[in-house]
């Protein structure tokens, strides 16, 4: 099964009513993208589930140490600021971000992109499409974003005003100044 796209362009959800939209419907995984069509993902398989959860537990595991932001999972949905309500595989905030929001901003769809995106690409994934994601992160100020590609053994490095890095698996990924300490080990 592949993502399902749909142009709702001229229906002008506000975000009350796709954050309405979302709760109605919690058995989809949407997300809307800056053109303003709205995506409906399939789930994952055993095998992404298992990476992606441990993929979570490892910066949980950071976080918790270095006490200086909250992790989210795929369920969270972040409202871009650039446009776009997106739900990343793994993200990381900046504690001080986070507790500048209000608890009705924190209860719904946060208004902010996280400072740290993992996407990890499963098997009915487009590239192009992740790729996409990624890049409406930057434009929303995302400071380090991967995109792990399992099919194609490589991992794509998103930074703020940079070029992408790409690098080849197996490899070992720093969090560099955005998380400090952190090493993923991705053999």
Not at 6 to 20: G, K, P, S
Not at 87 to 96: G, H, L
Not at 139 to 154: E, K, V, Y
Request: glycine share 6%.
């Amino acid at each position: 099964m592949e993502t399902v796209v749909l142009n709702i362009e001229t229906v002008n959800l506000t975000d009350e009513q796709f954050y309405h939209l979302c709760q109605d419907n919690q058995t989809w995984n949407l997300e809307r993208n800056q053109k303003g069509e709205l995506l409906i993902m399939p789930p994952v398989g055993g095998n992404s589930g298992n990476r992606e959860a441990d993929l979570i537990a490892d910066v949980t595991i950071w976080n918790r140490q270095s006490n200086s932001g909250k992790v989210f999972s795929s369920s969270t949905i972040f409202r871009l600021p650039k446009g776009g309500y997106r739900s990343p595989d793994v993200a990381w905030i900046k504690r001080e971000r986070w507790e500048a929001l209000s608890a009705e901003e924190r209860e719904k769809f946060p208004p902010l992109c996280p400072d740290f995106v993992i996407e990890l690409r499963s098997r009915s994934d487009s590239l192009t499409s992740l790729r996409e994601k990624m890049r409406e992160y930057l434009a929303s100020g995302l400071r380090l974003g991967w995109l792990i590609n399992p099919q194609q053994q490589q991992v794509e490095i998103y930074r703020l005003n940079s070029g992408v890095e790409i690098i080849n698996l197996p490899a070992i990924l720093s969090g560099e100044d955005v998380l400090p300490g952190f090493v993923l080990n991705l053999t």
